[in-house]
């Protein structure tokens, strides 16, 4: 079956050291997303990823990093330069072409990770 | 501008009876939207989306939203509720003019009491 992998599903990291957080697709989409989400909130946007070798910084882009060297990959690296790392980290997948909302391709979401740092 | 309001940050019903979950988006080009559930510790899956070709739209469990464009609603109801309905819900607007970037309500927290 087709779908997103993130892993692992729980990390744990001392302050100071760097994380990457992985996620794969098998879906064949081009388009692949990072989001951030702490309790009782909505979803925040920290990178994005329309085509490989390529990527926008989201609304919370500063303290991470992404590559897109590979379509079906997109790891999310967490540096030491996040002032609150500790959160529950989304990725997702989307096809971006068409137009207009009869090719309203939504997103497919992962598991996610939840990342604890201390 | 664009932006997605979840009116309730939290919903409680009994098992049984109906269930609301009320969305209003504001754009000025005509959107693509979505309602998504999220369990605990889980990643978020698509309950259903708006396509034109209906304004009355079904997704999975039973639950259905109506896309109603004066009001700039996308609302969602259960005729009635179960305890695995339960979970957190989340609208989603998407426009094609932005980069195809999704933006986020805030969610609504869905309590079934038995």
């Known amino acids: 079956d087709g779908g997103i992998t993130q892993s692992p599903k729980y990390l744990f990291r001392k302050e100071g050291q760097n994380v990457t957080l992985s996620c794969e697709q098998n879906?064949?989409?081009?388009?692949m997303y990072w989001y951030r989400q702490d309790p009782g909130q909505g979803l925040r946007l920290i990178y994005y990823?329309?085509?490989?070798?390529?990527?926008q910084k989201g609304d919370i882009a500063e303290g991470y990093s992404v590559s897109r060297e590979k379509k079906e990959s997109f790891p999310l690296t967490v540096t030491s330069a996040q002032k609150n790392p500790t959160a529950f980290y989304l990725c997702?997948?989307?096809?971006?072409?068409?137009?207009?909302?009869?090719?309203?391709?939504?997103?497919?979401f992962g598991n996610g990770t939840r990342l604890t740092v201390t | 501008a664009q932006s997605v309001t979840q009116l309730d940050s939290h919903v409680s019903v009994s098992e049984g009876t109906p269930v609301l979950l009320r969305c209003n988006y504001s754009?000025?080009?005509?959107?693509?939207l979505f309602w998504y559930v999220q369990h605990p510790n889980k990643g978020l899956q698509l309950l259903l989306k708006?396509?034109?070709?209906?304004?009355l739209v079904k997704g999975i469990n039973g639950f259905e939203a109506e896309f109603k464009k004066s009001e700039t609603s996308f609302h969602l109801t259960k005729p009635s509720a179960h305890m695995s309905d339960a979970a957190e819900y989340f609208c989603?607007?998407?426009?094609?003019?932005?980069?195809?970037?999704?933006?986020f309500g805030t969610g609504t927290s869905l309590t079934v009491i038995p």
């Open positions: 997702a997948s989307s096809t971006p072409k068409g137009q207009g909302a009869r090719y309203n391709s939504p997103l497919h």
């Open positions: 879906l064949n989409h081009d388009a």
């Open positions: 990823s329309q085509i490989v070798n390529d990527f």
């Open positions: 754009s000025s080009y005509s959107p693509s």
């Open positions: 708006y396509t034109s070709a209906a304004t």
């Open positions: 989603v607007v998407k426009l094609e003019n932005t980069g195809n970037q999704f933006y």
